[in-house]
């Protein structure tokens, strides 16, 4: 961690043991930043520790942060030893992206850190992923992320994006064009405080129509908000036909579209 402050550093850690634990989709839930507290629903271990944490001065003033243990999550901060409150002025540097990322608290970016989403695990080898902006997911902080993975009779999806305002939405789609006309999309919304999902159809020029009746072989299987994120699944058959355009994806490789943006005026914006 690297930091102007010469106050005496407590560093704060909240850890994920093994066994018991549902892990978050996006890393340590924004209301860790303050209370420390994963919200897992897992009673509090009272046993011995499982861990080592140090903290060492390096010569540039820094302070080289080293965590040991069995342990499936983690959520550290640096916290002033004279007022437990109080955030250290400063930020960390992870020394592996893959294994670890940090986290924005009290407006102030990069105070904390945390392993790097769940949702990650096995993009490029037991699963698609694609996500915004580039090069988010060797980095494991995409702002919008989907994963796919062929299963049964189809293919599963899943959609993350942030939403932090009442009514916004985000949407999946795939097409055989680039410019991604003719391109079928699943939208996940959130509007006045309730999650929905729908399909629409992008016509050419990409103007995008509600798709009324939704299309055989397309199931929503989960839709909500939690932790300032959308999430939505659904699972495609193989072979869908919408609006007199069939598409194979056991077959045929289509390109994949992300949008998000605000509800204005009752309608996408």
Same mark, same amino acid.
């Given at each position: 961690?690297?930091?102007?402050? @010469?106050? +005496? ?10 066994? &018991?634990?549902?892990?978050? =989709? %996006?890393?340590? +839930? ?12 897992? /009673?509090?271990?009272? #046993?011995?520790?499982?861990? $080592? ?15 040991? #243990? ?7 901060? /640096?916290?002033?030893?004279? @007022? ?9 540097? +992870? ?16 105070? %904390?850190?945390?392993?790097? %989403? ?21 980095? &494991? ?9 062929? *299963? ?8 993350? !994006?942030?939403?932090?305002?009442? %009514?916004?939405?985000?949407?999946? &789609? ?21 999650? =929905? ?8 020029? $990409?103007? @995008? ?19 300032? *994120?959308? =999430?939505?699944?659904? =699972? *495609? !058959? ?5 609006? $007199? ?6 077959? @045929? ?15 996408? &914006?």
């Amino acid at each position: 961690m690297t930091s102007t402050s @010469n106050v +005496p550093v407590y560093l704060a850690l909240l850890l994920l043991f093994l066994g &018991g634990v549902l892990p978050y =989709h %996006s890393g340590a +839930p924004d209301g860790a930043c303050e209370t420390m507290v994963p919200g897992h629903g897992s /009673a509090v271990e009272s #046993g011995a520790d499982t861990y $080592k944490i140090t903290a060492e001065k390096q010569p540039d003033q820094s302070v080289k942060v080293t965590l040991e #243990g069995t342990f499936k999550g983690f959520f550290i901060q /640096a916290r002033d030893s004279n @007022n437990i409150e109080t955030l250290v002025p400063g930020k960390f540097v +992870p020394g592996d992206a893959d294994v670890m990322h940090t986290a924005d608290c009290g407006g102030h970016e990069q105070e %904390s850190t945390t392993p790097p %989403s769940v949702a990650y695990v096995g993009c490029g080898q037991t699963m698609g992923c694609f996500g915004t902006p580039k090069g988010c997911l060797n980095r &494991g902080s995409c702002s919008m992320l989907l994963t796919y993975v062929a *299963r049964g009779d189809g293919v599963d999806f899943e959609l993350m !994006a942030p939403a932090k305002h009442e %009514s916004m939405w985000t949407a999946a &789609g795939i097409s055989e064009s680039p410019s991604m006309d003719m391109a079928s999309v699943v939208e996940c919304y959130r509007h006045n405080g309730e999650v =929905h999902m729908r399909e629409s159809w992008n016509a050419d020029k $990409k103007k @995008n129509v509600m798709v009324e009746n939704q299309t055989p072989g397309l199931t929503f299987t989960r839709s909500e908000y939690t932790n300032g *994120r959308l =999430h939505c699944s659904w =699972h *495609r !058959a193989h072979i869908t036909s919408v609006r $007199k355009t069939t598409f194979n994806t056991g077959a @045929n490789s289509y390109h994949l579209l992300l949008a998000a943006g605000l509800f204005e005026g009752g309608s996408d &914006g």
